[in-house]
């Protein structure tokens, strides 16, 4: 055995060059998954030299796959920048009008986010779907996903907008002020009439995301927000000769700008080279396939159901924190909505994350997959850290940005002190969630969100805030933020022990599993 012993001598082979004295035709040491690397672990060549070589060349794939993953992900978090900044501008230039218009766009945020977001996780099933079929060179099945992703739309905006437009009976229920209900179910039947174009805007979007292609949407995006500001000016306030809708004209400068963003998005993808060979728009209305239906809906409900409980979990948190007193929610929304942008940035390295496992897997590389997985921790746990690190230090300006009461500063810093610690394990679970979904596992993904979320983060955090059982008088909204660390904790535990449980299958079992899934 001793015989078999490779001498290393250069970090790539030549193969173009016919071997002579001067041009070796040499290998780098492989992982020991292979032949060579198992005869050398045969061989127990364990020199330093040889293990030097091995780590440099481990830490240069880390950083190639960190680069293309930063690359992907930086689009999409401006993308989300955008999209989040529109509800801003609406909340600000609704405000300038009256409270009650101010109130109707909070209220009916809470309506239309969940159910919107439930449409646009059925949707999320496309990009792993997609990537997998780049990556395998299936490139020519691409079109018919996406155009089964209309039919997903289609069936979909029937009873998301039915439920949104008969919202006022919800209104109706909550006890709430006649004008600010009737301003509610305003704005919320204009906004109805923009859903089908945001949700076809997020079909062609998971498109580009599949292929790589993350720019579009952040351009595109961008754009709808320099229209939703003229077009909020103009509705709201009723400027060149259109009428003051006040919140209701909001909604129906947003219906316009997700019409407009959908225009622009299915003019991309038409006139984009790198789809030319797609042929998308060929035959774009084909018949409902019920298989492929089925299997994107199998990928998509989990995650979609997961979307909707998420947000419910906070809406609601607001909700119990209410008759606490003003300042302890204004405490928790400061808290909340900081937390909420700088959760941006884990969640587009989970999306990126997502696309590139989709890759290597469709490339027929486990392995890849591995790297890719292990390079979005390693980015994102060090972006964890700065972030951390700036809202221990800067915590109390934060919350200066938002109020200017001495006692809800205070409270917010303490709260943001324990968003501190929530930042890391958010990070490790929306990564690891993000990884699952290019392993096409997102019913595990569902099942740990709802235990740890529902089952032990919701309960232990009521306990905590509002009751003398744990601790005598409860710590307010302290006790949620703390059962938020210990949920979200949780779930990176269960959901890093399940894809360690998909990785150490077999690389023939777990490619033909991915195959039936495609």
């Known amino acids: 055995m001793k015989a078999l012993r490779i001498k290393l001598r250069q970090s790539q082979a030549s193969y173009t060059r016919e071997e002579t004295v001067n041009n070796r035709m040499t290998y780098p040491l492989p992982p020991f998954s292979t032949i060579i690397g198992a005869l050398h672990n045969a061989c127990k060549h364990n020199d330093l030299e040889i293990y030097l070589f091995m780590n440099v060349n481990f830490v240069k794939e880390y950083h190639i796959e960190a680069k293309k993953l930063i690359a992907i992900a930086i689009p999409i978090l401006l993308a989300q920048i955008a999209q989040n900044s529109m509800g801003m501008v609406d909340t600000i ?13 909070s209220v009916g945020a809470s309506i239309w986010l969940p159910l919107v977001l439930f449409g646009h996780g059925l949707l999320l099933a496309l990009p792993p779907t997609i990537s997998y079929l780049n990556g395998s060179g299936q490139r020519k099945r691409i079109a018919h996903q996406v155009r089964q992703g209309i039919w997903i739309v289609f069936f979909s905006c029937i009873p998301l907008g039915l439920l949104i437009y008969h919202s006022d009976v919800v209104l109706q229920n909550m006890e709430m002020e006649p004008r600010l209900a009737e301003i509610t179910s305003g704005y919320l039947h204009a906004m109805v009439w923009g ?49 003051a809708f006040g919140a209701v004209g909001c909604g129906i400068a947003t219906a316009i700008v ?33 298989t492929t239906l089925l299997k994107l809906l199998k990928l998509g409900f989990p995650i979609a159901v997961a979307l909707c409980c998420e947000v419910a979990l906070f809406a609601l948190t607001s909700l119990l924190l209410s008759p606490l007193g003003a300042h302890v929610v204004a405490s928790h929304q400061i808290a909340l909505n900081t937390s909420s942008f700088i959760f941006m940035l884990p969640m587009s390295i989970g999306m990126a994350t997502t696309i590139l496992v989709g890759q290597r897997l469709g490339e027929k590389s486990p392995h890849g997959a591995k790297l890719v997985a292990y ?5 994102g746990l060090s972006v964890a850290i700065v972030t951390a690190f700036l809202t221990v230090i800067l915590r109390e300006h934060i919350a200066a940005i938002f109020v200017k009461d001495i006692d809800v500063i205070a409270m917010a810093g303490t709260l ?47 306990t905590l805030a509002r009751t003398d059982v744990i601790i005598t008088g409860g710590i307010a909204a302290k006790g949620f933020w703390i059962a938020f660390i210990v949920s979200l904790t949780l779930a990176a535990i269960l959901l890093i022990y399940r894809l360690r449980k998909i990785q150490r299958l077999p690389d023939e079992v777990l490619l033909a599993r991915l195959e039936k899934l495609k």
């Open 93 to 105: 230039m609704a405000g300038r009008v009256s409270a009650a218009d101010m109130a109707a766009i």
């Open 195 to 243: 859903l089908p174009g945001y949700l076809l805007m997020v079909n062609f979007r998971c498109l580009n995301d599949g292929i790589a292609k993350t720019k579009p949407a952040m351009v595109i995006t961008f754009l709808g927000l320099m229209l939703n500001i003229p077009l909020n000016y103009m509705f709201i306030y009723g400027k060149f000769g259109v009428p």
């Open 258 to 290: 997700n019409w407009m963003m959908c225009f622009f998005m299915v003019a991309y993808c038409i006139r984009a080279k790198n789809q030319r060979d797609l042929k998308v728009f060929e035959h774009i209305l084909e018949r409902p396939n019920p």
């Open 375 to 379: 390079s979005a921790l390693a980015v």
């Open 416 to 462: 943001l002190l324990i968003a501190a610690l929530y930042q890391f394990s958010d990070t490790v679970q929306v990564i690891i969630g993000g990884v699952l979904r290019g392993y096409k596992d997102t019913k595990a993904i569902l099942y740990i969100t709802l235990f740890c979320y529902w089952v032990v983060g919701m309960p232990l955090g009521y």
